[in-house]
């Protein structure tokens, strides 16, 4: 039974999706710890639509079977906040009301002490080279400065796994390499099986790892 | 030449009335000035009743005069002072909103003293003498005050009490009685918020009859000890509140909404200024079938409406034409049929020939209705300067809890 | 060159909406105030008031009750106006993404264009003593035969104003809510928020709520100044002993004794205090709320009854819409009633004569209404859209300040500013009637309109105006022939909205056309002090049906103009 899984293994089990009985994506893979599968397709395939069905996102317009499954749960029945998933969106979407160090202490789990939560964020600031910016508005940070603020967030909040969706496409070229090697490098780190979408064919040889291709509906 | 017997009637009729309504010369004059006139009579709007009158009167007035007569439907006369003093304070002293309205008491008292009325032109129309003033003072006094040909009489009112036969058998007849009545009904009776002027004759009904000195009610309030004269009324009040419809701390907003809880079951017992409202309010499905109305023993308060013209009103003659067409024999029986609005005429009909008379008969016997041999003695209304003493009196001991 | 002179006269056009707009906002208000300045401090020729004196505020402090009169209104506007929030919040973060929502979306969308008269007399008929709640109870359950002695609507602290203000306003503020939720990128954000383990409802307090909150602030302190200044719900709902100070303000500009004016003048100012003071409660709730919660924000508790209060949510909708649908249930049955006494719940037989007897007379007023609210509505309409086309030829964005004079009719309490209206229009000699109501009412469309309408406009993808340019249009053209047609819906949905508000006025109508414009708001607040429930049910209906008729023309309309045009069809 795949349910046994009790790894940190990330499995899409027969996973069917369609619009309206036409068949959208069709994926049935298990993912290791630490291995980042790259979901790959021109837009309007339907990768964002198996990314939003995994998340718990999925517009009801769309009929979906199959069951993912991550450290023995049955994912499709909890609703997203429950699923322990970290997803990082295309733009970093930290919250303008919260300061950078709020936007941290927002993904931090809660249950330590004050003290001991500001610690741990001056220590994950440090982490992606920005000491000292607690107090900052997000709005004045350059836009690599955010998406590295919007990673150490969703990794605070200690996901079982990862969903990446274009996470680089926004970034220019310079940055984007810096994101990517920082983005592999924390998952490696934290040994999170991970799913990225994307269309660029540099995420997935950076990624390194197995390349799934959707096809155009014919 | 034979003339058929009927024709001779008639022709003695219209004679009759022509030696009993001597026109003033300028008479015609005025109804040829006041023909394509639109006349803009501000009166409350709240009855359908009475809204379906003034539009009867509208039509006849079309036909007769050429005149077109717009009913500006308002909730309250002073909405009107506020009008027409407010064009004075602007220096509109020709073409004022206001042609026509329908007035009495205190607004007339107001309108009176700071010269907002045009006239005197009451006594000047020609349907004004069939009310026969001199043997029926109060079509020239209004709440005591004089109204010195400002106002024309148009319709009487009187305080009349009703009650749902199938719930109460014998009503109370006296004040003293209604209080022991409501000790036993709690919660069935009550009386408009003062100062809607329902609320505000109940308790002017209720001083006449408990107050010691009488006759100071009738001369300015500035006058009289007040305190000392108001004081049984304010006993008999706290008495009676704990019994009323909501223990005394709400009130009906008027008469009609006082009805309306009649009709609704809440209240038992209830009062109105129009003596045949209960009767047509049957009629008309808003009340119990089973409704009866009858007067205090003592007699009940008693009042004559009035319409006046204000100072600057735009058509002074059209609105003279229709004052006098209020006061005409047809108009007045029409107002009083019970099933038009039933208000009671304020002509005398021995003054009028035995035809015109007929029509003002009213033999019917409706559920609901006031039976001659019911109604009791008018009293009169005290002084107008009464009312807002009683007003603020009574809204510093009940206006607050 | 034609062309070009036409084009020149649009630019012109549009470079003077604005201002005429902002003068049409601000001037009669402006001058209402100064219209009773004069009184509340004596003066008032016309009445022989030729000194400036303090009088009348010592006669108005002596007026019994003044204080409770205060606080029942401040009480009654703030509770009302955070009840409505709670409501919104709470339903917005339980069930943003949620099929339930749609549904209760759907069946308040059409709530919005009930006319306050009528929510507050149908839910008078409701829950009054005898009335439709208690009769469909009675007597099998109740064991009542005559209706109970109980003091609702009406009591005292102003529960039933504050149901009925927070059943009318909820609508309102949800909408504003739903229009302002993709300006703070809300679905992305909440998504986000869920995706690191919030619950819905606390992902969206903590996630959504703090950026959602400065864009509905003003129409949240117009719900206030409403609520803290309305006469006609307040006449029906409230309580009377005493009412509110609108209402007191109202009956003593009503008063017989015309020295009571200079009183009521200054009443009317204290209202306009009794508001700024209400707002100014509201905004040190707003700090301290602030300041309470800066730390729960970012507590990383991700979970806070969520279900509980959810559910809550949901079921206080549920009710707030079963009243509101009871109601009208009730207006509908009265209407069709003759006797009909308690405790029967169903009247029988049922007639069409109260129908009959109104058709004559309400006729007229459909057709006054009509007229007015199509005239203010077009008036308003030209002016919006104007003020926004200038924002795009000029590239000037309207400044928050400009904005804030937009909501200056809906802040400043019309008790204040109408009487003093009233007395400048006599001394401009400008006749009571059309004009003036027409004009009067669009002093109140014209913000609603611009509202509903400014956000589609400055959002619509300028690359479209763009791509015209280049094919040698003109600006006019552009506007006529590519920013019209492509805000079909918008606009169409703002002249209902204008058009609903113009419906519902009940001072304005009364107080600038002397009475002798008759709408169907008039006569349904008017019969509504009368005693027949069967008439004020059918005014009230038709009250109704007005602005539902101008909804579904906005809606209807572009499905079947547009049927060939997929992409601009409502969603």
């Given at each position: 039974?795949?349910?046994?899984?009790?790894?940190?293994?990330?499995?899409?089990?027969?996973?069917?999706?369609?619009?309206?009985?036409?068949?959208?994506?069709a994926?049935?893979?298990?993912?290791?710890?630490?291995?980042?599968?790259?979901?790959?397709?021109?837009?309007?395939?339907?990768?964002?639509?198996?990314?939003?069905?995994?998340?718990?996102?999925?517009?009801?317009?769309?009929?979906a079977?199959?069951?993912?499954?991550?450290?023995?749960?049955?994912?499709?029945?909890?609703?997203?906040?429950?699923?322990?998933?970290?997803?990082?969106?295309?733009?970093?979407?930290?919250?303008?009301?919260?300061?950078?160090?709020?936007?941290?202490?927002?993904?931090?789990?809660?249950?330590?002490?004050?003290?001991?939560?500001?610690?741990?964020?001056?220590?994950?600031l440090?982490?992606?080279?920005?000491?000292?910016?607690?107090?900052?508005?997000?709005?004045?940070?350059?836009?690599?400065?955010?998406?590295?603020?919007?990673l150490?967030?969703?990794?605070?909040?200690r996901?079982?796994?990862?969903?990446?969706?274009?996470?680089?496409s926004?970034?220019?070229?310079?940055?984007?390499?810096?994101?990517?090697?920082?983005?592999?490098?924390?998952?490696?780190?934290?040994?999170?099986?991970?799913?990225?979408v994307?269309?660029?064919?540099?995420?997935?040889?950076?990624?390194?790892?197995?390349?799934?291709?959707?096809?155009?509906?014919? | 030449?034979?003339?058929?017997?009927?024709?001779?009637?008639?022709?003695?009729?219209?004679?009759?009335?022509?030696?009993?309504?001597?026109?003033?010369?300028?008479?015609?004059?005025?109804?040829?000035?006041?023909?394509?006139?639109?006349?803009y009579?501000?009166?409350?709007?709240?009855?359908?009743?009475?809204?379906?009158?003034?539009?009867?009167?509208?039509?006849?007035?079309?036909?007769?005069?050429?005149?077109?007569?717009?009913?500006?439907?308002?909730?309250?006369?002073?909405?009107?002072?506020?009008?027409?003093?407010?064009?004075?304070?602007?220096?509109?002293?020709?073409?004022?909103?206001?042609?026509?309205?329908?007035?009495?008491?205190?607004?007339?008292?107001?309108?009176?003293?700071?010269?907002?009325?045009?006239?005197?032109?009451?006594?000047?129309?020609?349907?004004?003498?069939?009310?026969?003033?001199d043997?029926?003072?109060?079509?020239?006094?209004?709440?005591?005050?004089?109204?010195?040909?400002?106002?024309?009489?148009?319709?009487?009112?009187?305080?009349?009490?009703?009650?749902?036969?199938?719930?109460?058998d014998?009503?109370?007849?006296?004040?003293?009685?209604?209080?022991?009545?409501?000790?036993?009904?709690?919660?069935?009776f009550?009386?408009?918020?003062?100062?809607?002027?329902?609320?505000?004759?109940?308790?002017?009904?209720?001083?006449?009859?408990?107050?010691?000195?009488?006759?100071?009610?009738?001369?300015?309030v500035?006058?009289?000890d007040?305190?000392?004269?108001?004081?049984?009324?304010?006993?008999?009040?706290?008495?009676?509140?704990?019994?009323?419809?909501?223990?005394?701390?709400?009130?009906?907003?008027?008469?009609?909404?006082?009805?309306?809880?009649?009709?609704?079951?809440?209240?038992?017992?209830?009062?109105?200024?129009?003596?045949?409202a209960?009767?047509?309010?049957?009629?008309?499905?808003?009340?119990?079938?089973?409704?009866?109305?009858?007067?205090?023993?003592?007699?009940?308060?008693?009042?004559?409406?009035?319409?006046?013209?204000?100072?600057?009103?735009s058509?002074?003659?059209?609105?003279?034409?229709?004052?006098?067409?209020?006061?005409?024999?047809?108009?007045?029986?029409?107002?009083?049929?019970?099933?038009?609005?039933?208000?009671?005429?304020?002509?005398?009909?021995?003054?009028?020939?035995?035809?015109?008379?007929?029509?003002?008969?009213?033999?019917?016997?409706?559920?609901?209705?006031?039976?001659?041999?019911?109604?009791?003695?008018?009293?009169?209304?005290?002084?107008?300067?009464?009312?807002?003493?009683?007003?603020?009196?009574?809204?510093?001991?009940?206006?607050?809890? | 060159?034609?062309?070009f002179?036409?084009?020149?006269?649009?630019?012109?056009?549009?470079?003077?909406?604005?201002?005429?707009?902002m003068?049409?906002l601000?001037?009669?208000?402006?001058?209402?105030?100064?219209?009773?300045?004069?009184?509340?401090?004596?003066?008032?020729?016309?009445?022989?008031?030729?000194?400036?004196?303090?009088?009348?505020?010592?006669?108005?402090?002596?007026?019994?009750?003044?204080?409770?009169?205060?606080?029942?209104?401040?009480?009654?506007?703030?509770?009302?106006?955070?009840?409505?929030?709670?409501?919104?919040?709470?339903l917005?973060?339980?069930?943003?993404?949620?099929?339930?929502?749609?549904?209760?979306?759907?069946?308040?969308?059409?709530?919005?264009?009930?006319?306050?008269?009528?929510?507050?007399?149908?839910?008078?008929?409701?829950?009054?003593?005898?009335?439709?709640?208690?009769?469909?109870?009675?007597?099998?359950?109740?064991?009542?035969s005559?209706?109970?002695?109980?003091?609702?609507?009406?009591?005292?602290?102003?529960?039933?104003?504050?149901l009925?203000?927070?059943?009318?306003?909820?609508?309102?503020?949800?909408?504003?809510?739903?229009?302002?939720?993709?300006?703070?990128?809300?679905?992305?954000?909440?998504?986000?928020?869920?995706?690191?383990?919030?619950?819905?409802?606390t992902?969206?307090?903590?996630?959504?709520?703090?950026?959602?909150?400065?864009?509905?602030?003003?129409?949240?302190?117009?719900?206030?100044?409403?609520?803290?200044?309305?006469?006609?719900?307040?006449?029906?709902?409230?309580?009377?002993?005493?009412p509110?100070?609108?209402?007191?303000?109202?009956?003593?500009?009503?008063d017989?004794?015309?020295?009571?004016?200079?009183?009521?003048?200054?009443?009317?100012?204290?209202?306009?205090?009794?508001?700024?003071?209400?707002?100014?409660?509201?905004?040190?709730?707003?700090?301290?709320?602030?300041?309470?919660?800066?730390?729960?924000?970012?507590?990383?508790?991700?979970?806070?009854?969520?279900?509980?209060?959810?559910?809550?949510?949901?079921?206080?909708?549920?009710?707030?819409?079963?009243?509101?649908?009871?109601?009208?249930?009730?207006?509908?049955?009265?209407?069709?009633?003759?006797?009909?006494?308690?405790?029967e719940?169903?009247p029988?037989?049922?007639t069409?004569?109260?129908?009959?007897?109104?058709?004559?007379?309400?006729?007229?007023?459909?057709?006054?209404t009509?007229?007015?609210?199509?005239?203010?509505?077009?008036?308003?309409?030209?002016l919006?859209?104007?003020?926004?086309?200038?924002?795009?030829?000029?590239?000037?964005?309207?400044?928050?300040?400009?904005?804030?004079?937009?909501?200056?009719?809906?802040?400043?309490?019309?008790?204040?500013?109408?009487?003093?209206?009233?007395?400048?229009?006599?001394?401009?000699?400008?006749?009571?009637?059309?004009?003036?109501?027409?004009?009067?009412?669009?002093?109140?469309?014209?913000p609603?309109?611009f509202?509903?309408?400014?956000?589609?406009?400055?959002?619509?993808?300028?690359?479209?105006?763009?791509?015209?340019?280049?094919?040698?249009?003109?600006?006019?053209?552009?506007?006529r022939?590519?920013?019209?047609?492509?805000?079909?819906?918008?606009?169409?949905?703002?002249?209902?909205?204008?058009?609903?508000?113009?419906?519902?006025?009940?001072?304005?109508?009364?107080?600038?056309?002397?009475g002798?414009?008759?709408?169907?708001?008039?006569?349904?607040?008017?019969?509504?002090?009368?005693?027949?429930?069967?008439?004020?049910?059918?005014?009230?209906?038709?009250?109704?049906?007005?602005?539902?008729?101008?909804?579904?023309?906005?809606?209807?309309?572009?499905?079947?103009?547009?049927?060939?045009?997929?992409?601009?069809?409502?969603?």
């Open positions: 039974m795949p349910g046994n899984d009790s790894d940190n293994i990330l499995h899409l089990d027969a996973i069917d999706i369609r619009l309206q009985e036409t068949p959208l994506v994926i049935d893979t298990r993912i290791e710890p630490g291995e980042i599968l790259t979901v790959m397709g021109p837009s309007g395939v339907g990768k964002s639509t198996l990314l939003a069905f995994i998340a718990g996102f999925l517009d009801p317009a769309f009929s079977r199959g069951n993912v499954w991550l450290q023995g749960r049955e994912l499709t029945r909890l609703p997203a906040e429950q699923r322990r998933l970290g997803l990082l969106f295309q733009d970093p979407l930290l919250f303008p009301h919260l300061s950078v160090g709020g936007n941290l202490a927002f993904g931090l789990r809660d249950g330590n002490s004050r003290r001991e939560r500001h610690a741990q964020i001056d220590r994950a440090a982490d992606i080279g920005l000491p000292g910016y607690a107090d900052r508005d997000p709005a004045t940070l350059s836009g690599g400065q955010r998406s590295r603020v919007a150490m967030r969703v990794l605070l909040s996901p079982h796994a990862m969903l990446l969706d274009e996470p680089f926004k970034l220019d070229m310079t940055l984007r390499e810096e994101m990517r090697s920082l983005v592999f490098s924390r998952i490696h780190q934290e040994n999170l099986p991970t799913l990225m994307t269309h660029d064919e540099a995420d997935a040889e950076a990624a390194g790892g197995r390349v799934f291709r959707l096809l155009p509906p014919t | 030449m034979r003339m058929p017997p009927l024709f001779l009637l008639a022709t003695l009729i219209v004679i009759d009335q022509a030696s009993a309504t001597p026109a003033p010369a300028d008479w015609s004059a005025v109804e040829k000035q006041a023909e394509g006139q639109t006349v009579w501000h009166a409350w709007g709240g009855d359908p009743r009475s809204n379906d009158y003034i539009e009867w009167v509208g039509e006849r007035l079309a036909e007769s005069h050429g005149i077109e007569l717009v009913h500006v439907k308002v909730n309250d006369a002073s909405n009107v002072v506020s009008r027409v003093l407010a064009e004075k304070s602007a220096g509109n002293t020709e073409d004022g909103a206001v042609d026509l309205i329908w007035i009495n008491g205190e607004n007339f008292a107001a309108m009176k003293t700071n010269d907002l009325l045009f006239g005197p032109f009451a006594e000047r129309l020609p349907n004004f003498s069939l009310t026969r003033p043997e029926h003072p109060e079509m020239r006094t209004d709440f005591t005050v004089p109204t010195e040909g400002y106002e024309s009489p148009w319709g009487r009112a009187q305080l009349t009490f009703y009650h749902d036969s199938q719930r109460v014998s009503p109370p007849r006296s004040l003293d009685a209604l209080l022991d009545w409501a000790q036993h009904n709690p919660g069935r009550s009386y408009p918020q003062v100062p809607n002027f329902l609320g505000t004759t109940f308790l002017k009904q209720a001083l006449i009859t408990l107050a010691d000195d009488e006759e100071a009610l009738y001369t300015p500035e006058e009289a007040f305190d000392a004269i108001t004081a049984p009324l304010w006993d008999y009040l706290d008495d009676l509140h704990p019994h009323l419809w909501r223990e005394g701390r709400r009130f009906p907003d008027s008469g009609s909404a006082m009805q309306r809880l009649m009709g609704d079951g809440e209240l038992a017992l209830a009062f109105t200024f129009n003596p045949s209960p009767a047509a309010a049957v009629a008309d499905n808003q009340l119990p079938p089973s409704t009866r109305s009858y007067q205090l023993d003592g007699g009940t308060l008693g009042n004559v409406h009035f319409v006046a013209i204000p100072f600057n009103a058509h002074k003659a059209g609105a003279m034409v229709t004052a006098n067409f209020l006061l005409s024999p047809e108009a007045q029986a029409h107002k009083q049929d019970i099933s038009v609005w039933g208000d009671p005429t304020v002509l005398d009909t021995d003054a009028l020939g035995d035809d015109a008379k007929g029509a003002f008969d009213d033999s019917q016997d409706i559920p609901g209705s006031l039976s001659s041999d019911q109604s009791a003695n008018i009293l009169a209304e005290p002084h107008p300067s009464w009312v807002d003493r009683l007003e603020e009196a009574w809204q510093a001991r009940y206006g607050n809890r | 060159m034609g062309h002179r036409r084009s020149r006269l649009f630019l012109m056009a549009v470079r003077f909406a604005p201002w005429l707009a003068a049409l601000i001037v009669p208000v402006a001058g209402g105030l100064a219209g009773v300045i004069g009184p509340a401090f004596g003066w008032l020729p016309a009445l022989d008031g030729h000194t400036v004196s303090l009088t009348p505020w010592q006669a108005l402090w002596r007026q019994p009750g003044l204080v409770d009169m205060i606080s029942l209104s401040l009480v009654t506007a703030l509770a009302s106006t955070l009840g409505a929030l709670i409501l919104v919040i709470l917005l973060g339980a069930l943003l993404e949620t099929r339930a929502f749609r549904a209760i979306q759907r069946l308040l969308s059409p709530l919005l264009a009930v006319p306050h008269a009528a929510a507050a007399i149908g839910i008078g008929f409701l829950l009054t003593p005898s009335g439709l709640a208690n009769r469909a109870m009675s007597p099998w359950l109740t064991g009542w005559y209706p109970p002695d109980y003091l609702f609507p009406g009591d005292p602290w102003g529960a039933s104003l504050i009925g203000l927070v059943a009318k306003e909820m609508p309102f503020l949800l909408l504003m809510s739903l229009a302002a939720l993709p300006q703070c990128q809300a679905q992305s954000h909440h998504r986000l928020a869920r995706m690191l383990g919030y619950a819905p409802l992902a969206f307090l903590k996630g959504v709520l703090p950026n959602l909150y400065p864009l509905i602030r003003l129409p949240i302190y117009a719900v206030i100044a409403f609520a803290s200044a309305t006469v006609d719900v307040a006449m029906i709902l409230g309580p009377s002993n005493p509110t100070l609108a209402v007191s303000v109202i009956r003593w500009l009503n017989p004794d015309l020295d009571r004016r200079f009183m009521a003048s200054a009443a009317a100012l204290t209202q306009l205090g009794v508001t700024v003071l209400a707002l100014l409660f509201w905004w040190l709730g707003e700090r301290l709320v602030v300041k309470l919660m800066s730390q729960t924000l970012t507590s990383g508790r991700r979970n806070h009854g969520d279900r509980l209060i959810g559910g809550l949510a949901t079921g206080l909708t549920w009710f707030i819409l079963g009243l509101l649908g009871m109601s009208l249930l009730g207006l509908m049955l009265w209407t069709l009633a003759g006797y009909w006494p308690f405790p719940a169903w029988w037989p049922l069409i004569g109260n129908w009959m007897e109104a058709a004559d007379t309400a006729w007229h007023s459909v057709i006054q009509a007229v007015i609210g199509l005239a203010s509505t077009a008036i308003a309409m030209t919006a859209i104007g003020s926004l086309e200038s924002e795009i030829q000029y590239h000037r964005r309207m400044r928050r300040r400009t904005q804030l004079i937009l909501y200056l009719p809906l802040l400043v309490p019309p008790v204040a500013f109408l009487f003093g209206l009233v007395q400048l229009q006599a001394q401009l000699h400008i006749a009571p009637g059309w004009f003036a109501v027409i004009l009067g009412h669009t002093l109140f469309v014209l609603y309109v509202l509903s309408l400014s956000e589609s406009y400055r959002r619509l993808d300028s690359r479209w105006a763009q791509v015209a340019a280049t094919l040698q249009a003109s600006p006019g053209e552009v506007f022939r590519i920013r019209l047609p492509l805000l079909t819906l918008p606009l169409l949905t703002a002249a209902a909205v204008g058009f609903a508000v113009s419906v519902g006025q009940y001072l304005p109508t009364l107080l600038l056309g002397a002798r414009i008759t709408t169907l708001t008039t006569e349904a607040v008017s019969l509504a002090g009368g005693g027949d429930r069967r008439l004020t049910a059918v005014y009230a209906l038709l009250q109704l049906t007005l602005p539902a008729i101008g909804f579904s023309l906005a809606i209807g309309l572009p499905k079947l103009l547009l049927r060939n045009r997929r992409g601009l069809q409502p969603a």
